[in-house]
């Protein structure tokens, strides 16, 4: 089972191995997947709400339903931007009797046309094929992107796939995004061919902050600052990775606070330092406070490890997938001078992770025990 964190005040478990998955195959030969993404929405864990988007790998299939109002993007973070535009597109689809659809593209378009400037993605692929469904959209259509999808005109592609093959009745972009052939598809192009071509086109405002404008770059440079409370600010959630439990050192154990050593699936990690954090465990978050960085007191590695002690509690983990968020920032990483004054160090964290968790606006806003 994955786990996510999605929009503001919702925690999110969506079924991974049992999703419905059903191949077909294409005129080409090759297959294609219609894969259905189950999701549970834990809204402070006091409902249960079930989610389910339909996904699609290319614009082929049959099964893709229609009419859709649409929206075409990236989509990395499904910040508050994003989410948006994910609002705008579930409530145009409830009142126009379409299906809210989603297309994106994989990979990466940079990775592709500009490998050298391609960014670290806040979300692995399945953590964003999650979300969406558990922002409303019934159904995703994922895009392969290569250089010969890129050599396609934004009109061309706009005719045969958003209008001919998806049959749209409304098409929305967020603020600044192009598509097509030398990026040449922006709303004004959109809003021309939609005249044309008799659906609706708009662009959904941008979303801003302290008079910044939330993107995902921005986030990830607050990432690598370790900003996790602004980051979090603007995704509308507390940023998390996930990843299995592998066996460490166990030096934690001697030291008497054992920590889980997680190996994060996600690129971003933010900037080396000891955080508060939540780990879900049992599907419940617990407090935890968790070190990323290389052990300098001890010496023994250059690669940055993830590391989390979960706050009275005692079990077994290594194998686990756990999902780890972000809450506050408590220090930078240190080298200390003995062991016993790492520990003492180690104490005071725990203290002041406890103090920051007993406060009256997180004990309201976070569901942990």
Known sequence: MNVITSVPGIDVRCTGGGSDYRRSKSRGGK????????????????????AEMRLFHGTDNAAIQRPTVLTLGVFDGLHLGHQLIMKTIVDRA??????P????????????LHAESAPPLLQTFDQKMEALGVLG??????????????????????RDVVVDRLHAK????????????????????????????????????????????????????????????????????PYGVEGPVAR????????????????????????RGVYVTSTLIGGQWRRSVTNIGVRPTF???????????????????YGDVLRV???HRLRDEKKFGSIDELKSQIERDVRRAERYFDRNGVRKSLTIV
């Open 137 to 158: 959209i019934e159904q995703t259509i994922v895009i392969h992107f290569d250089h010969a999808f890129s050599q396609i005109r934004a009109g061309d592609f706009l």
């Open 94 to 99: 409830r009142a126009t009797s379409a299906v």
């Open 31 to 50: 297959e294609k997947g219609l894969r259905v993404i189950k999701c549970l929405r834990i809204t402070h864990y006091s409902s249960l709400i079930t």
């Open 170 to 237: 409304e098409v929305y972009l967020g603020r600044g995004f192009f598509f097509g052939h030398n990026r040449e598809g922006n709303i004004e192009l959109l809003r021309h061919v939609s005249q044309q071509l008799g659906f609706v086109a708009d662009e959904v405002p941008e979303v801003r902050l302290r008079g910044k404008r939330i993107g995902s770059t921005v986030i990830r440079q607050l990432l690598a600052e370790g900003q996790v409370n602004l980051a979090r600010r603007m995704l509308g959630r």
């Open 248 to 271: 460490g050192d166990a030096r934690g154990v001697g030291l008497g606070f054992p920590t889980a050593n997680v190996q994060p699936h996600n690129r971003v990690i933010p900037r």
């Open 101 to 112: 659809t989603v297309i994106t593209f994989e990979p990466h378009p940079r990775a592709v």
């Open 299 to 317: 010496g023994d590695t250059l690669e940055p490890s993830v590391e989390t002690h979960v706050i009275n509690w005692s079990g077994d983990l």
């Open 325 to 327: 968020r972000f809450l």
